[in-house]
């Protein structure tokens, strides 16, 4: 993957020259028509912080697959508002487990929940066993159930290398513990209560990759999926959570600023589909009860992505990269030589009627050192052209239809030599059938705003 990380240029000017044309490429095989002005289509209702400048159409047939752009073109709304600065890894140590920690929940409510060892089984088995009768919901009931019964699992089954535990909350080495004995892994659970509903947090982080997960007791043996906007589930049945999507955002982002995070924005925000089972009985032909479990899906709630953001501009939302690598493992193409992948910064803050219900934070970040806030974009129309070039020649190589139905102006993180910085740059994505039950969006391409260099493409290895 070719990365320009500090190829970077202080101008005196700020210059944003978006030029949309109608062009030909030449060949009939290949048409391009751009689109300028209030007539272009957009997909979504746009955030007041962005903004359409047009729509690009083109089309082209490679050697083995296909182009296809028809695609609404959006930018920060002050586009002239653009920082570049160097970033590198944050992850959480013990002070930010602790202050996190009383942030999050209620004062005096939580203690360590790590059952390792048999002294803290016992602690933790006596505490759940006084606060299961009062679960408010067959969900929580049931994940008291299910925590017991694991509770008595794990003591059955000790392990040898558990690690000593004090109670403290802060991070303990459970290498020895797992699979990975050279992998540095560290661990801190806390079980509280946020205003008086109970929650289990987790904290982990290894050589690579570093996660907090919130969960409310009650959800934290269910699934919840993204949804398209016209899915079955949400046109039969609509999204039950009382709250709208915007005040959802409005939930989620008051969380994150209360974790200390002020510099994450709302990158995308989905309707989601909340997956259970639930236990039935029938009777069968013979008379005889039977029991057995069903999936029950529910729209309720929303997903809400943050990522870095610096006035206007955030880090475009692409499915592929916000989602946690901790602990995947990847291998080359015989099976063998396992290699780990240092995942991307975000946070997702799943909201329902109990409002913040779920929270994923991955591979926190931090800035070094501001390498430019007065920066010189190369035009739109280079930019394309570049990102045309770059299509036509993944459709000569690949069986594949690319259809792009969103180009983007926005951050991205980069990496070279160990490095990191957030740079502007040009994305070229594709969202999900609307329909589909499963939302996601696809980034194929992403550009160097400042020299059109590529900093992203779906093609390139990892």
Not at 142 to 170: C, H, V
Not at 247 to 270: C, L, R
Request: glycine content about 6%.
């Amino acid at each position: 993957m070719r990365k320009k990380l500090f190829k970077i240029i202080n101008a005196l000017a700020v210059v944003m020259l978006v030029v949309f044309i109608s062009s030909g490429c030449g060949d009939e095989n290949k048409k391009t028509t751009v689109v300028s002005g209030d007539d272009a289509f957009a997909l979504e209702e746009i955030p007041e912080e962005e903004k359409i400048m047009g729509n690009v159409v083109y089309e082209s047939t490679g050697n083995s697959g296909s182009v296809s752009i028809d695609a609404t073109v959006i930018t920060p709304e002050k586009i002239e508002d653009c920082s570049v600065y160097s970033l590198e890894f944050d992850f959480f140590d013990d002070d930010d487990v602790k202050t996190l920690v009383e942030n999050i929940f209620d004062e005096g409510s939580y203690f360590l929940y790590m059952p390792y060892t048999s002294e803290q089984i016992n602690l933790i088995r006596e505490k759940l066993t006084a606060m299961a009768p009062y679960a408010k919901t067959p969900d929580e009931t049931q994940a008291f159930t299910d925590a017991l019964y694991n509770l008595d699992y794990r003591e059955e089954n000790l392990k040898s290398g558990a690690p000593e535990m004090d109670g403290e909350i802060k991070f303990y080495n459970i290498a020895e513990y797992t699979e990975y004995e050279d992998l540095n892994e560290y661990q801190c659970n806390v079980f509280g209560t946020i205003d008086g509903k109970n929650a289990v947090v987790y904290f982990s982080k290894d050589d690579y990759n570093c996660q907090m997960r919130l969960s409310l007791f009650g959800y934290i043996n269910r699934t919840v999926a993204n949804s398209g906007d016209e899915s079955y589930d949400i046109r039969a049945y609509g999204n039950v959570c009382g709250y709208t999507m915007s005040e959802a955002e409005d939930i989620a982002k008051d969380f994150v600023v209360s974790m200390g995070y002020e510099n994450m924005s709302v990158a995308k925000s989905y309707n989601t589909i909340l997956y259970s089972m639930e236990n039935q009985s029938y009777t069968n032909e013979a008379g005889e009860e039977i029991e057995t479990y069903v999936q029950v899906n529910e729209v309720n709630g929303y997903n809400i992505y943050f990522s870095r953001s610096y006035g206007t501009y955030n880090v475009a939302y692409d499915g592929s990269h916000f989602q946690s690598m901790y602990g995947t493992c990847y291998f080359d193409e015989n099976g063998e030589n396992p290699y780990k992948v240092v995942g991307h910064e975000f946070i997702r803050v799943y909201v329902s009627d109990d409002g913040v219900t779920d929270v994923e934070f991955c591979n926190p970040m931090r800035e070094i050192e501001l390498l430019a806030d007065d920066v010189v974009l190369l035009d739109f129309e280079s930019i394309n052209q570049i990102a045309i070039e770059k299509l036509d020649s993944m459709a000569d190589e690949y069986k594949d239809e690319f259809k792009i139905d969103e180009i983007k102006l926005g951050y991205s993180i980069i990496e070279e030599d160990g490095k990191y910085a957030i740079i502007p740059t040009w994305s070229y994505m594709k969202h999900s059938d609307a329909t589909s039950t499963t939302a996601h969006v696809i980034n194929y391409i992403s550009l160097n705003a400042i020299d059109g260099s590529e900093v992203w493409c779906i093609t390139d290895p990892m």
